[in-house]
């Protein structure tokens, strides 16, 4: 008689042969909290940071736990819009939002958060042209010869499931939908005392265990670390902080090459990251890292964090007025995507991005270059958009893998 559970079997099982009893492996199950869903790739727990299109770029969503770093552009203007968005993702979510800011009061930035379409965005039809069709009749349109055979490029890649909402930014979110939310600020010069202000003018001192602590405490009374359970279902705590590491934070990484604190954002960044792995929280930061005189704080900014998204706006640079990025505002860069329960990580299929602002949608698109010109256009024109090139290969090419190069 068959000894019984080898390999897997009874010794029933393993006399007849008819039948086995193998059995899928249980495995344990996601919580079903409102706003989330499962990584496809992974099974990370995924919520969506407000924007579609930048939740496409980052593997479908940002993972429960993790660390979002914005690296703001010149003026601040998209990464404060892109934390608006996702505080207001969270509101509409019904997610604990937990805000904090140094520069202006977080009660107002949640008053400012962009109001959510009600009706569903229309579906943007795009027409595919079969490379059989081109070039019949006289009327036909022309193609230059490298776009020919590209796949069809959808301006807004969403997944076929729905998760995220689009917001107007000509209107605010009604106080009414504010209130069904739990809402938690931290307004830096409001924690500080007027004696450490004083002695702080003569020396920059940072100390960001307040912030921490406020966080902790958050993360503690709402039972997402699981010390104190949640009454009824689930929830997640959306954590977002605004400019963190600017002079306005005390802090003197932007303002000298050698900063007296020059450990003190990657030490709060260290905890904030071993905090959020073990709660149901994720995190938000916008950082002025074009300010920060040493290089090195923004390197180990990067590899504290677990996924790391630049910005880079045309206002004010010369790019405004290069005919090459007229349909767009800005550059966008993916530095980092981290790997979760796996060995490599979702990366998108190029490298090349950007991102264009409208009243309804903030989107984020494949940069392409436009068509070849015609005998009828000018050479200067021309020479404009060969200059234009030489600016995005050297623009987009610090985040291209290997020795690629645009075609032209």
């Known amino acids: 008689m068959a000894a019984p559970g080898v390999g897997g079997m009874t010794g029933r099982n393993v006399q007849s042969g008819a039948e086995t009893s193998f059995r899928r492996k249980a495995r344990g199950k996601l919580p079903g909290i409102r706003g989330t869903r499962p990584s496809v790739h992974n099974g990370q727990l995924l919520v969506s940071t407000g924007v579609p299109s930048l939740d496409h770029i980052l593997g479908g969503g940002l993972a429960v ?223 002025p890292a074009h300010l920060i005189q040493n290089k090195a704080i923004t390197v180990r900014v990067r590899n504290l964090s677990d996924t790391v998204v630049g910005l880079e706006s045309f206002i004010g640079s010369e790019r405004e007025s290069n005919p090459l990025y007229k349909d767009y505002h800005g550059l966008l860069y993916v530095h980092k995507i981290p790997r979760l329960n796996s060995l490599i990580c979702d990366e998108t299929d190029t490298k090349d991005l950007a991102f264009k602002l409208k009243r309804k949608l903030f989107s984020i698109e494949r940069l392409h270059l436009p068509p070849d010109l015609s005998d009828t256009v000018s050479r200067s024109s021309k020479q404009d958009v060969a200059g234009s090139a030489k600016l995005l290969s050297s623009g987009c090419g610090t985040a291209a893998v290997g020795k690629k190069h645009l075609d032209f």
């Not at 977080?106 to 569903?120: G, M, N, S, V, Y």
């Not at 595919?128 to 069809?152: C, F, H, V």
């Open 65 to 287: 736990g993790t660390l979002l770093v914005i690296e703001e552009d010149t003026y601040s203007t998209y990464s404060n819009l892109l934390l608006k968005y996702f505080v207001a993702e969270g509101v509409v979510s019904g997610h604990e939002v937990f805000v904090a800011s140094a520069s202006g009061d977080p009660q107002t930035i949640l008053k400012d958060l962009p109001a959510p379409l009600t009706d569903e965005l229309p579906k943007k039809s795009v027409q595919k042209l079969e490379p059989e069709t081109l070039g019949k009749g006289e009327d036909s349109m022309k193609i230059a010869w490298r776009y020919q055979n590209l796949p069809k490029v959808e301006s807004m890649p969403l997944s076929s499931s729905r998760f995220g909402h689009y917001y107007d930014i000509s209107k605010t979110m009604s106080l009414d939908m504010l209130q069904l939310v739990k809402t938690h600020s931290f307004y830096y010069p409001q924690m500080i005392s007027l004696e450490e202000a004083y002695s702080s003018s003569s020396k920059m001192t940072c100390d960001y265990s307040q912030l921490l602590h406020s966080i902790q405490r958050a993360v503690h009374q709402g039972g997402f670390d699981g010390s104190n359970p949640q009454k009824g279902e689930k929830n997640i705590l959306r954590i977002g902080i605004q400019s963190l590491g600017s002079v306005l934070w005390g802090d003197d990484i932007c303002s000298d090459e050698r900063p007296h604190n020059v450990h003190s954002l990657t030490r709060f960044l260290y905890a904030l990251r071993g905090l959020l792995r073990s709660s149901l929280s994720v995190c938000f930061i916008t950082v």
